[in-house]
Every structure is written in structure tokens, then in C-alpha cells.
């Protein structure tokens, strides 16, 4: 018994009535798991709202001991990735593999800049002894609930590093299946899926950015 | 296929330049002029915009199914829920 290859760029999927169909249920799926994402950062948000309110001084004392311009300048490293990476699902809509994998690969190359930021953001609190565990905490805090706002402030951008992470191996996948030519007018669900998750990711940094570093 | 909403590179060029303007307008605000317990609301506000644009136009949900937008419009109504009552906790308990 032999199996039929379906070319993806032009048929569907045996179990999808057209590409159309086909597209447009990927897409809605993306579309169910980006509102998780909203609701799981969603509860961090709300944590980091009901501490500020109670602990205000805490909250002011730690946004002031982060380097703002360090965070600036992040938000814009990741503005002009979603910018390339909307251009790489343009070029891929287009039916351009090529010109698609070189806006995949400008934006790989800012994920990896937003983390070299980051790693140096990560080393400076940790050096100054305001890492929030056993043995690593040394800093002589002027109110008493600052290291809350260093909880907050770890596992709200560890978790959108982690992000940035899952989104950087997405995209080596993306590349390898454009410098295939893999995707084609009519198919190319994969790209704008990688494209949504990576726009979401830049949402949520577009409220983690004022909220942590500016307030 | 009928529905490719194909988005023209200067309308992207566009919408990134004014996410980059209202970066910097979010920065100028919050630092430099003070407006007391206002600060947050407005840079929240800015934000929303900002999410607004990345949601409607690289996300391409301006021509998308109405399904997709009432999807990721609910998650947001959930977190405000979530929010909000959390926070009104710290009003009315006592």
C-alpha cells in the first residue's frame, strides 16, 4: 500500500474540504492559543496591579532601580521585529519564499539583540544582589516590599524571555521550510501563525515595558 | 484564495513608525511630566492604542473573521474580570 505526497502548496489536506477551509482553521486555532496567552499573562498582570496597589512604595523604589533606556530601547528592537516579521508573512503571501526568508531572518537576528539586552539587564540585578532567592538577595532595600517587586518583575519577563526563546526556534523552522520553498500563495498557514505568536509577544512587551520600567 | 489580506508595505511602514512615536510619547509622559496617579492611566491607555495597531493591522485582524476577533476580544474581557475583581478587594475588604 503506497501513500500519496500532498503537495501542501497546492493541495489540502485530505480530511479539509479546500485550502480555504484548510487556512482559515489553522489561523482560528492560532487564533484560541494567542487568548491563552492573553489570560496567562492576564493573571501576572493582575498579580503585579493588586501588589502595586498594596506595596506602592515598593513598587516605586523597584521601577526606579531598572534602566529605562535599557527598556526603550528593547520595546523598539521589538517593534522593528514584528515590522519585518508582517513583512516576511507580506513576502510569503506574495508567493517570495526567498525575499520572506530574509524578513525571518532580520527579525531572528533582533530576538537574539532583545536577549543580549536582557542577559545584561539579568546580570546587573543579579550582581547588585536583587535576585529574589536563598543566598542571592543582598540588597539593602529602602521599603519593605521590594523583593516582591523583583518576583514580579523576574517571572513576568522570564516568562516573556522564555517566549522570545520558543519564538527564535520557531523561526529556524520557518527558515528552513522557506529556503525549501515550502510555502506558496495559497499555503503558507505556518508563516502567519509564527507571525501572530510573535506579534503577541510584542503585545504583552508593549505593557510590560511602561508598567515595569516607567511607573 | 478570496481571502488574502495582503497588507501594502507602506501601511506596515506606517503603522511601526507610530508604534515607535508612541513609544517614545509613553517615555516622555511618564518621566518627565508628572501628572500624579494619572501617569499609569495614561500609559496604559497608549498602550491599548499601541495593542490596538498590532492587533488590527500586523495581526491582520481588521479583515479578519468575525470569530477571530470575538476569540481574542473574550480573553481580554476575562482578564478584566479577573482584574477587576481582584482589585476591588483592596477597596471593600473592612
Known sequence: MSTVKVDRRVDHSHHFESMQQEHESGKQGTWLFMATEVMMFGALFTAYFLYRGKYFESWVEGGALLDWKLGALNTVVLLFSSFTMALAVRETQLGHNRKALKYVIFTTVCAFAFLVVKYFEYTGKIHHGLFPSEGMWSYDAQTPQLRLFMVVYFIMTGLHGIHILIGIALMFWLMKRLKNEEFSKDYYTAVEGVGLYWHIVDLIWIYLFPLMYLM | ?94
Open chain 2, 1 to 94: 484564495m478570496s481571502h488574502n489580506h495582503i497588507m501594502p508595505f507602506k501601511t506596515n511602514l506606517t503603522v511601526f513608525l507610530s508604534l515607535v512615536s508612541l513609544t517614545a510619547l509613553t517615555v516622555y509622559t511618564a518621566k518627565f511630566v508628572d501628572l500624579g496617579s494619572f501617569n499609569i492611566i495614561l500609559a496604559m491607555m497608549i498602550a491599548s492604542v499601541k495593542a490596538s495597531l498590532v492587533l488590527g493591522w500586523f495581526m491582520h485582524l481588521k479583515g479578519d473573521s468575525n470569530m477571530n476577533k470575538v476569540i481574542i476580544f473574550s480573553s481580554f474581557c476575562f482578564v478584566a474580570l479577573l482584574a477587576g475583581i481582584c482589585y476591588s478587594d483592596l477597596f471593600f475588604r473592612y
